[in-house]
């Protein structure tokens, strides 16, 4: 029997390769599901190029263009419900998830990181200050974790992580690109298993 394929929505402010290593992982038969929404903080984000080059449906959502945050928070659902959404993959989106959302798709929501979580998460540990920190620290090594998302940046259960050697003369920007290519491989694979039921959390 033919297995139903999961709508999932990506939102994004950037450049999307995340969003691409999805769409090619569901291409591949990696992910079983579909993108069927690109949601973007910015209006100018490559991702959103990305989407309309694959066909996808893209919406930017700017909650200040709302008479208020309530009623932001309250189209945003609505526009997720009527597409049938059953997930939700963040791939570099900037912004903090109203919580109505993120209540209404408890355990359905991921995101991925470019650091080894719990460490150098939390606001304002993004792009290249994460790695920044990380060389700081003198750490040996960093990498990419996909986590739930709840009400605080960074903070949700754990569901994978890869592990990537820190070379010498690493700079922020080589690091990046190393842990970046180890992202594409392994948000496709642990988003499949959240779907699976694989990863034993309730998200009924
Ligand atoms: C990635 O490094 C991801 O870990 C972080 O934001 C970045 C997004 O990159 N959350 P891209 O837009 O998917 O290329």
């Known amino acids: 029997m033919e297995q139903q394929l999961a709508r999932i929505a990506v939102f994004l402010s950037g450049g999307g390769s995340n969003l691409q290593a999805l769409i090619d992982g569901c291409k591949a038969g990696i992910l079983a599901g579909q993108i069927v929404w690109v949601v973007s903080s910015k209006t100018k984000a490559y991702g959103l190029t990305r989407a309309t080059d694959e066909g996808i449906e893209t919406f930017v959502f700017k909650p200040k263009k709302y008479p208020s945050p309530e009623e932001a928070s309250a189209d945003l659902l609505t526009q997720l419900k009527q597409r049938q959404i059953e997930y939700i993959a ?5 912004k903090l998830l ?7 798709f408890r355990n359905r929501i991921v995101n991925i990181h470019p650091a080894l979580l719990p460490r150098y998460g939390g606001k304002g540990m993004f792009g ?36 990537v050697p820190i070379l010498d003369g690493d700079t922020p920007d080589s690091l990046a690109a190393r842990v970046l290519e180890q992202e594409h491989k392994l948000y496709p694979r642990a988003l499949n298993k959240l779907i699976r039921g694989e990863y034993e959390v309730n998200n009924g």
Not at 98 to 104: D, E, F, M, T
Not at 131 to 160: F, K, M, Q
């Open 98 to 104: 109203p919580s109505n959302v993120v209540a209404a």
């Open 90 to 94: 963040l791939a570099g989106y900037l």
């Open 128 to 163: 290249h200050h994460v790695h920044e920190a990380v060389l700081a620290a003198g750490d040996i090594e960093s990498g990419p974790t996909v986590h739930l998302v709840n009400e605080i940046y960074d903070e949700g259960r754990i569901l994978a992580q890869v592990r």
